[in-house]
């Protein structure tokens, strides 16, 4: 297929995830941008279920057109659904093409509890087992980080309570409400629970702007000379099957470029600002290292989540 002839049809961007998270809120607004510069429809397709494993497996299944992209948070999901819940497919068999949006995960404790710092959470969890719980996504980074911690305190994973609910919103409600002790969730879209949650250390090697009070992760953990690799909370962005890039190189970078033009537009960056959603253009290569990097420390700790 020649460059100038793709897409001939709609092209899909698959979600993982459903309607209103902000994988599908990437998405949508994407869309919008995306398609004048590709002279077709876009169109977004929810297919939720199994960490984002679903819509994964259904855009490889769509053979290598390229009119079906994986749109979603695509780590860590791909990375644990790959580790943990076998999946058939493999990472080389996706074509990643940006990741736009990166966040961090705050680790939290719902404000009535005492407890003010990191290794007195964890602390308490290893004096009283099974009395504390945690509320995380499934597949996500702050589960994965959940047992990154217990792992490097010495505390078995069955001595927490580990409640998994399908969407981020679900799982602030829960420690705001007191329904969990803490959560591990992206920091992005927490600030409607500030008033209800005490920030104890961000999943990060540097403070956060607007989560200034929480340390990082490495630096919360030094009292007790330990410390945990560090996963990104989530990134968010396209990708395409890897046939589609090795059968039509060409037609995989008119994609690319096609992207790269729709985040220089003035108007699409001031949604995204307005929406809080990231606006990174950092490409094939480096959306490929970053991924993949956090595919190897999953894979390396896959015992911990055992």
């Known amino acids: 297929m020649a460059a100038q002839d793709w897409p001939t049809q709609p092209v899909n961007l698959v979600v993982g995830f459903g309607v209103g998270g902000s994988a599908d809120r990437f998405s949508r607004l994407l869309a919008q941008y995306l398609e004048p510069e590709l002279g077709k429809p876009v169109v977004v397709v929810n297919r939720p279920g199994a960490g984002g494993q679903l819509a994964a497996t259904y855009v490889l ?11 979603t948070s695509m780590s860590p999901y791909l990375a644990n659904s790959i580790v943990h819940t076998g999946a058939t497919y493999t990472m080389d068999d996706f074509a990643f093409v940006n990741g736009q949006w990166s966040d961090y995960d705050l680790i939290a404790v719902n404000a009535e509890l005492p407890i003010k710092t990191l290794p007195e959470l964890l602390e308490s969890i290893k004096a009283n087992p099974g009395k504390h719980s945690v509320s995380v996504v499934p597949s996500s980074a702050g589960q994965v980080t959940t047992y990154l911690l217990m792992d490097a305190a010495g505390i078995p994973a069955k001595d927490v309570n580990v409640v998994t609910y399908d969407s981020g919103g679900q799982a602030r409600s829960a420690v705001a409400g007191g329904q969990v002790d803490f959560t591990i969730i992206s920091a992005e879209g927490s600030d409607g629970i500030r008033d209800k949650i005490r920030p104890l250390a961000i999943v990060r090697d540097k403070p956060l702007e607007n989560w200034e009070e929480a340390m990082p992760v490495n630096e919360a953990l030094k009292p007790m000379g330990i410390e945990i690799p560090l996963l990104d909370g989530s990134i968010r962005g396209i990708a395409a099957s890897a046939k589609f890039k090795e059968n039509n190189p060409e037609a995989f970078n008119k994609l690319v470029s096609a992207y790269e033009r729709a985040l220089q537009n003035e108007e699409f960056l001031a949604k995204l ?9 950092i490409g094939p290569e480096k959306t490929t290292e970053i991924i993949k990097g956090n595919y190897e420390i999953i894979n390396k700790y896959k015992d911990v989540m055992k």
């Open 61 to 71: 299944a769509q053979g290598d057109s390229g009119h079906s992209l994986l749109s």
């Open 273 to 281: 600002k307005s929406m809080k959603i990231g606006s990174d253009w």
